[in-house]
C-alpha cells in the first residue's frame, strides 16, 4: 500500500481550505448584494412616506384655508365667529373701513394659498406624482 506524502497531503488540506475561503467569499457577496436590495427597498419606502407627508400637510393647510374663508365670509356678512360660539347670532354691519380691511386680508391670504398650491404641485411634480 501507498502512503500518500506529506506534500500531497498538504496540498488536499490546502485544497479543502481553498474551497472553505472560496464559499464564505461568495456567501459574503451574496450577503453583500442582498443588503443593497434591502437598501434600495428601504429607500423607496422612505420616499413614499415622504410623499404622504406632503400630501397630508397641503390637505392640513387646504382646511385650514377653507376654514379662514369661512370667517372671512362671516365676518362680511355682520357676524363674529365668537360671538357665534357664545349663541350670540346678532348680525352688526360691518364698516367700509373695516370691509376693506376684510378684503386686502383675505386677498393676501388668497395669494398665500395660490404660492402654496404652486409649491405643492411643483414638489410632487418633482416626486414624478400626477
Sequence with gaps: ???PTKLAENNRKGDEMNYIVG???IVLIGYIFEQRRHIRFLEKVNYNQETRHIMADHEIFLLKHQIDTYKFALETLGYSQDNINKDDYTKHEPSPEKLQALQEEFQKEERI?????IQFETELELR???
Design 1 to 3: 500500500m501507498v502512503q
Design 23 to 25: 464559499f464564505i467569499f
Design 113 to 117: 394659498y395660490r404660492s402654496k398650491n
Design 128 to 130: 414624478g406624482v400626477e
